[in-house]
């Protein structure tokens, strides 16, 4: 071991009760991700407990120079997975200094939404799976592929195993370790359709906490991937042609979608969401007319429709919830590079708020 990884290793509660705050939040295109750290006297364990922050917003596209300063509300803490020991990371959201949401701050509606009485009342379920694309570094192409070129037609990778199936298992093993590790509610994960891509699962998590621990989970792969020189991509199409897209298909549920007769709820909110799909569409990640062209496992995104075990529709219903009268369902339409907390906030508002 180097020395400078016996630094980067150095445990520091052995001589002091000061802890690491990294403070997480979205820079001003809506998928870039930006931290800074903190030292704090001692060990902490609510958000409540931690102190506000700011940062030059100019430097991320999220305020001018001559008023520069945006600052950050801590909402969420987990275990830090890389300094380990009392050392924690915090989800944040950004406000003006008047202590108003900017723009970018997406978290602050879906809190809204998710604090109403009758939405509280429903305990939104989500699962979300994130799909991702791993890239080699100096040429941006997916990793195991041959630069310039492509590897065989899609067919044998997804939750594959092999030298020649499977590009990437030691950054998606340590990402799975390291969120079990900060508490974050990670399902699982698999090799997905293209290879170089992956998946990871997070939830079933409450309302707001979904979005909290999805962002929570990227920022911890971008670590991830910066320690082993790989490039993560959450575009929705990183490759033309027949290959694969990637999504974010976000599952769905509420308290009654879950009890006896739940299944009469969901169709009723999935005509709720048909009603809506323009809207939804529009939000749902940018570049995703490249996805949803009803090839790939898709819809066309100028249509809204719904199956049963179907995944090339809208919304999915999977056959357990049809079998059982209750359950849950499936919006296949977000893209990889969505926001989860404009998703799981629109479905929740769409679903359960509106008439």
């Not at 801590?74 to 900017?102: E, H, S």
């Not at 299944?263 to 570049?287: Q, T, V």
């Not at 249509?303 to 499936?330: L, M, P």
Request: neutral net charge; aromatic residues 10%.
């Amino acid at each position: 071991m180097s020395d400078l990884q016996e630094l980067v290793n150095m445990k520091i509660e052995d001589v002091t009760s000061s802890i690491i705050a990294e403070y997480i939040w979205i820079g001003g295109s809506g998928v870039d991700i930006r931290s800074k750290a903190r030292t704090l006297p001692g060990p902490v364990t609510s958000p409540q407990e931690l102190p506000k922050w700011n940062y030059d917003g100019s430097s991320t596209g999220q305020a001018p120079g001559k008023d520069s300063e945006v600052i950050l509300y801590p909402q969420a803490i987990f275990r830090d997975p890389f300094r380990r020991g009392n050392n924690i990371l915090v989800v944040c959201d950004c406000y003006t200094p008047a202590g108003v949401p900017i723009p970018t701050n997406k978290r602050a509606a879906a809190a809204a939404i998710f604090s109403k009485p009758e939405v509280v009342k429903e305990e939104p379920w989500y699962g979300l799976e994130q799909e991702y694309t791993l890239l080699q570094k100096e040429v941006k192409w997916p990793l195991g592929w041959p630069v310039g070129g492509y590897p065989g037609p899609q067919g044998p990778y997804y939750c594959g195993t092999g030298a020649d199936k499977a590009w990437g298992r030691d950054i998606v093993d340590a990402h799975y370790k390291a969120c079990l590790y900060a508490g974050i509610q990670i399902g699982g994960i698999n090799g997905e359709v293209m290879p170089g891509q992956w998946e990871f699962q997070v939830g079933p998590s409450v309302g707001i906490a979904a979005g909290d621990q999805l962002w929570a989970a990227r920022y911890i792969l971008e670590r991830i991937t910066e320690i082993a020189g790989v490039v993560l991509s959450l575009d929705p199409k990183p490759i033309e042609g027949d290959w694969n897209g990637a999504g974010c298909h976000t599952n769905f549920s509420t308290k009654s979608m879950r009890a006896p007769g739940g299944y009469k709820l969901i169709k009723e909110a999935i005509e709720k969401l048909g009603k809506r799909h323009k809207e939804h569409i529009a939000a749902y990640g940018e570049g995703n007319e490249r996805r949803l062209t009803g090839k790939h496992e898709t819809a066309n995104m100028n249509t809204f429709s719904w199956g049963v075990a179907n995944r090339g529709s809208s919304i999915r219903v999977g056959r357990d919830t049809e079998k059982d009268g209750k359950g849950y369902f499936e919006d296949r339409r977000p893209a990889s590079n969505m926001d989860p907390y404009i998703v799981t906030g629109m479905i929740a508002e769409t679903t359960i708020v509106m008439k």
